[in-house]
């Protein structure tokens, strides 16, 4: 991802800058990484080394380069890929799966909890009629493929309205799968109007191998944080007590919290 030179960002970059534009810079730098986007644009855990540093850069650098192109970039339906990839898990084997399965998911609920005003559940038919978003997008998992499809889904930020609101100390918001499978965003992503709950793939149902019944869509993160067969949404103040305390299955296994593409 790249800055548009003529949309003007705001401050110095990507203008051509001199040496001496660079040096007084890097401070500049420094201090948004640690003043500005302290709050909101660290990962929950920040590891030791290398890897940390990584991670603790890719998320504030991507949020940076985001702070004047809000939206992920959609796509023309002439791009939709003819055949969207299923990978990962595409059948959980969950006893509850696979009767909803052969029920056609009509007895399936999403149960909200956590620091909403009014902790409850959601039909598959009661998301359906929230005012749908649908957006066209470039879905890069992080083991080397990517594909552009068209996405139908409630935006993640109505349901928890609906649901009462968060509270102001709600920091993050967990996703459970029904394989077994969990991944947690921050508000920042929570509250993007790309961050949707998924239940359409190139205008139809969503296919059981993409994620049957809801999946999420964060479209400014890497394939495995687009997490599927989603059962339950958490809000909570702390990832401490989820998995491993990382925050996600993915980062219980040593990738970034934050997979910003
Ligand atoms: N519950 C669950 N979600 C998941 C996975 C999974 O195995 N289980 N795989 C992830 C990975 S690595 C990718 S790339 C995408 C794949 O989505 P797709 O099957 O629609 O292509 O789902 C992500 N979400
Ligand atoms: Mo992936």
Redesign the pocket.
Known sequence: MSKSTDRGPRGVWPRPMSRRHLLTSVPALGGLLVTGCAETHLPPTVRGGLVGAADVLTMSTTRWLMSDQPLAREYERSDIAPN???????N?EDEDYQRHLSEGFVNWRLPVTGLVGRPGSFSLDELKRFPSRTQITA?V???G?S?I?EWTGVPLAAVLETAGGVSPEAKYVVFN?????YESIDMFDVVHPQTILAYG?NGDELPR???APL?LRVERQ????????LKSIDVVDSLAGVGRGTGGL?SDYGFHWYGGV
Request: one cysteine or more; proline letters at 6%.
């Open positions: 969207f990839p299923t990978w990962g898990q595409t959980p879905h998992c992080e083991q493929w594909a499809g799968a029904m394989d077994g499978w793939l191998g993409n994620g999946r890497c394939g495995y944080k687009n997490i599927k067969f993915s």
